[in-house]
């Protein structure tokens, strides 16, 4: 689940997002599956089998949801085995192609030896659609039982964007017990690297908002904005939006975008209120 989002902010707010356009491999993204998200699904695993009275790894399927799903190699990472092994079915969707085909070859390299590629599914999504209605035209994808979200909240737009993402999922996640949202999001980091304090402030006239900076190209274009949260502020927005935080971690990594900087990451696994 790289960072390319589920839809763009409209033009009020942030600028036109050019993520369709990217290259793949370009895209932003943090790859690695952090262990908060491997344990949830381990667990999620457990409670299947449990319920349906397995002990040989032969529960019912679940539905997982990689919005902004880019090349797939998150997802993929963190639910090879359980796709393998039929457990899970997987829905990827995102507004790059390029990124979305990526992901349907990377299924198939991993997946081809059991035969499991048919339980992933990829769908682009149009990019025209605006998110701030809280709803992606024509298209439903639950109810799902994880939906699992990389760094997508930190790049969706604005406020409003954030509060109509975080509402959708709310809305799809399934009423059966146990269905989870995995979410990372960019933290504060002007405590951990100057250079980000610098950066929310020459930004801030820019985009409205404190910590919302420009992200741009290497000829000078604006490409998206990003927002850096402060811990209570995430809590609050999910709290708002109906979602429980049953974990929340805060880890101090290096830059999606800019190697070698220090910044702030969390890692949260909450539920329906």
């Known amino acids: 689940s790289t960072a390319a989002p589920f839809s763009v902010p409209s033009a009020a707010s942030a600028p036109r997002l050019r993520w369709e356009a990217m290259p793949p491999e370009t895209i932003p993204s943090k790859p690695q599956v952090h262990p908060l998200f491997s344990t949830a699904i381990e667990e999620k695993l457990r409670e299947d089998d449990a319920a349906s009275g397995n002990e040989t790894g032969a529960g019912r399927a679940f539905r997982v949801w990689d919005v902004g799903c880019g090349d797939g190699s998150v997802a993929l990472g963190l639910l090879k085995e359980p796709l393998q092994a039929g457990r899970v079915e997987l829905i990827g969707t995102d507004i790059n192609s390029g990124a979305l085909q990526s992901a349907r070859e990377r299924a198939e390299k991993i997946l081809t030896v059991s035969g499991s590629a048919c339980n992933t599914k990829y769908i682009l999504l ?11 035209q024509g298209f439903h994808v639950g109810p799902v039982d994880v939906v699992l979200a ?36 960019s933290g504060a980091s002007e405590s951990v690297n100057a250079d980000y304090a610098a950066i929310y402030a020459r930004d801030e006239a820019r985009t409205g908002e404190f ?44 830059s999606s975008r800019r190697p070698g900087e220090a910044a702030i990451f969390f890692y949260v696994l909450a539920r329906k209120s």
């Open 126 to 136: 149009d990019s025209a659609d605006d998110s701030s209605s809280g709803a992606i």
């Open 150 to 185: 990389q760094l997508l909240i930190s790049v969706i737009g604005d406020l409003g964007q954030r509060r109509a993402f975080l509402r959708r999922v709310a809305e799809e996640l399934s009423e059966r017990p146990g269905a989870v949202l995995l979410l990372s999001a």
């Open 211 to 254: 910590r919302t900076y420009v992200s741009r190209g290497e000829d000078g274009a604006e490409l998206y904005w990003t927002h850096h949260f402060k811990e209570g502020e995430l809590r609050e927005l999910l709290k708002e939006s109906g979602l429980e935080v049953v974990q929340f971690v805060k880890e101090l990594e290096t």
